[in-house]
């Protein structure tokens, strides 16, 4: 069965850090999304992507970068990880960008120390 | 930019008792999706409404669209504990390709 996947599901780390956070999906979906999920906030959308070699910034991107070099992966890296990006991170695939469900992963925990 | 707002953030009901969210959009929508989160899950997809004035039902729960696409509702009918979790809506804006913009999402408790 067709799934999306994260890894790693929990993640302690250190303020200043390099962190990647992974996302494979295996629905050969074009479009893929990364949002984080804070109480009261609900998910916000850090980053997007319709296609290999395309990304586009969200509404909270600052501090987040992503890459698209092939459909399945889209890896979300956090340059220098600061104690508010602590969150719970979920990646998110579609089938179509103009309307349509996003699938979601199982979501990773982070926390920046 | 687009904003959808979300009430009530939080209820809880006995079982048996009916409960409503309401999602509003600053902006007119071409879509709004419905999503549900389990405690300690991923958002699932529920439906999306695309017609203005559109009602679907699944079972006890019910999805209105409104006339001007700018907000939504979901009811669930006689609730019980299984459909204890988050409930949010997420709007899709009305030119061409658009990301979703989620609301704040209502928390529903259900007690036994």
């Known amino acids: 069965d067709a799934e999306i996947t994260q890894s790693p599901r929990h993640k302690i780390t250190e303020t200043g850090r390099q962190v990647t956070l992974a996302c494979h999906q295996t629905w050969n979906h074009n479009n893929m999304f990364w949002y984080r999920q804070d109480l009261g906030h609900g998910l916000r959308l850090i980053h997007y992507s319709y296609g290999v070699q395309d990304t586009n910034k969200g509404e909270v991107s600052d501090g987040y970068s992503v890459s698209r070099s092939n459909t399945e992966d889209l890896p979300l890296t956090l340059e220098s990880a600061a104690s508010s990006q602590t969150s719970v991170y979920f990646c998110?695939?579609?089938?179509?960008?103009?309307?349509?469900?996003?699938?979601f992963g199982p979501g990773t925990r982070l926390l920046v120390l | 930019g687009q904003q959808v707002m979300q009430i009530p953030q939080y209820q809880h009901v006995q079982e048996g008792e009916d409960f409503t969210t309401y999602c509003n959009s600053s902006t007119t929508l071409s879509n709004i999706q419905w999503y549900k989160q389990r405690p300690g899950g991923h958002p699932v997809f529920l439906i999306q409404?695309?017609?203005?004035?559109e009602v679907k039902k699944q079972k006890r729960l019910t999805f209105q669209f409104g006339e001007a696409k700018k907000n939504s509702s979901l009811h669930i009918t006689a609730t019980q504990t299984t459909d204890v979790g988050t409930y949010f809506c997420a709007g899709q804006g009305n030119t061409g390709f658009q990301k979703l913009v989620f609301g704040t999402g209502t928390r529903l408790l259900v007690s036994p």
């Open positions: 409404l695309v017609k203005s004035g």
């Open positions: 998110a695939s579609s089938e179509d960008p103009t309307g349509g469900p996003q699938y």
